[in-house]
């Protein structure tokens, strides 16, 4: 007795996913999207360190005096920079940089300014604050906006060359419902989205592509086989997804144990981070097993459909014409 053949569940996928990035939409054009600062934009703090002054103290201290006031950093770094000196001289000193996000008026800044310098105990000429420039953001912007589209082209190149030009397209749909879905469930769940988040974005659809890439394999071995030839093209997925799914899921679990560690560093902008991984994990986990996969099936089953249609629409023609020279031979014998 057959057993009924496992499907992908192609139809319930696209619902969903088509459902969540509805959704989204509706409340992307209400609340809009909550932007960290190296997307939207914020405010810079530069204080100049001593020399034997560390980023950790510094940045311990400021962090205390943000917090009274409702700001939190989003992002610090330490960079060399001029300083004016005495009789108009210029002098390289280590600058510590914090961005952080929010509107501030100019009586804030001047009490925090007042009041970071009295922590740190230094001038509070060595202490400012001021708005962070479109520029900056543009370039972030316009970083990122190129790094999607370098690794869409790889992708879809290496699948064209390695496979055939359906699995080419493949890894572009899976890549960008990855990155449209998880930008999707960011919206819904209003979690900051930052150049670090998108990032970790990058890394997990590069293991999204890896595992396909596995998958892959796994199916092209399939199709040389001679006795799997009459096997529907769903199940030999299947199977070959089955082999490498144990490996992914370990990785998975890898980094999720990895991530859950970082909530208990205290840093709210580590556990921000630590949050968009999570979404960015379990949406690049429902991308390689479900959307990929059953992407390429669908494609393939296309192209077999189409095959059959001009098979059948060449037998229906040479069909015909048989029948005419067939005629036209009786007809001349009759004439004779």
């Known amino acids: 007795m057959k057993t009924k053949m496992k499907k992908y569940p192609i139809l319930i996928t696209t619902i969903i996913s088509c459902l969540t990035i509805i959704v989204s939409l509706f409340i992307l054009g209400f609340f809009g999207l909550k932007l960290g600062v190296s997307l939207g934009g914020g405010q810079q703090l530069e204080v100049v360190m001593a020399d ?14 943000m917090d009274k006031y409702g700001y939190s950093i989003d992002t610090s770094f330490v960079e060399d920079k001029f300083v004016a000196g005495e009789e108009n001289t210029q002098f390289s000193r280590k600058c510590l940089v914090i961005q952080f996000t929010g509107d501030i008026d100019e009586e804030t800044i001047s009490k925090i300014e007042s009041e ?8 509070e000429n060595y202490v400012t604050i001021g ?13 990122l906006g190129l790094s999607l589209v370098i690794v869409a082209v790889c992708f879809f190149v290496f699948g064209w060359i390695r496979y055939d030009i359906f699995a080419g397209l493949s890894f ?8 449209i879905l998880y930008l999707s469930v960011i919206i819904l769940t209003r979690i900051e989205l930052s150049l670090t988040s998108l990032s970790a974005v990058l890394f997990l659809s590069l293991i999204m592509s890896l595992v396909l890439v596995n998958i892959y394999e796994k199916f092209r071995l399939a199709n040389k086989q001679q006795d799997t030839d009459k096997t529907p093209i769903q199940e030999k997925m299947l199977q070959s997804e089955k082999s490498v799914i144990k490996p992914f899921l370990i990785i998975c679990v890898a980094i999720l144990i990895f991530v859950l560690c970082l909530f208990f560093i205290p840093s709210l902008r580590i556990r921000i981070v630590a949050l968009n991984i999570i979404v960015a994990l379990i949406v690049t986990l429902y991308t390689s097993l479900l959307i990929g996969p059953s992407s ?20 229906t023609v040479n069909k015909a014409i048989k029948k005419k020279i067939k005629r036209s031979k009786e007809l001349k014998a009759g004439e004779k």
């Open 116 to 123: 970071i310098a009295q922590s740190l105990e230094i001038s």
């Open 296 to 315: 390429y099936v669908a494609l393939l089953e296309i192209r077999e459909m189409n095959r059959k249609a001009i098979m059948s629409r060449n037998d």
């Open 52 to 65: 034997d002054g560390t980023r950790a103290s510094y940045t311990s201290k400021i962090d205390t005096v």
């Open 131 to 143: 708005a962070i420039t479109s520029s900056v953001v543009a370039k972030n912007a316009l970083f």
């Open 172 to 179: 572009i749909i899976a890549y960008l419902h990855n990155i």
